[in-house]
């Protein structure tokens, strides 16, 4: 009974652990990404997502889909779009 406890704490430990910790992973998956159309850079990270997700609504689009898996042309389409935005952030 005492092996089946600890066994069972263990498992529900490393459970809780993974997701703790893959959730910070998660939020650090920022890259880099060059705009040739405006000869910029932008870090895709959750605030560059929040305009990604925007810019496909908005054009009926798949707010799922990786930027990086976009045809050329809709990759310049996003990039006109979010340049006319403002508050953009170039890095």
């Known amino acids: 009974m005492k092996k089946s406890r600890f066994l069972s704490s263990w498992v529900l430990a490393a459970a809780l652990a993974s997701c703790v910790f893959g959730a910070a992973c998660s939020e650090h998956r920022h890259y880099r990404v060059y705009d040739p159309y405006y ?22 689009r ?11 042309e809709e990759q310049k389409e996003y990039w ?11 890095h």
């Open 62 to 72: 798949e707010e799922n889909r990786d930027f990086r898996r976009l045809r050329p």
């Open 80 to 90: 006109t779009w979010r340049h006319s935005h403002e508050d953009h952030d170039r």
């Open 39 to 60: 000869s910029d850079y932008h870090v895709w990270n959750n605030d560059e997502v929040v305009y990604y997700h925007q810019w496909a609504r908005e054009n009926h």
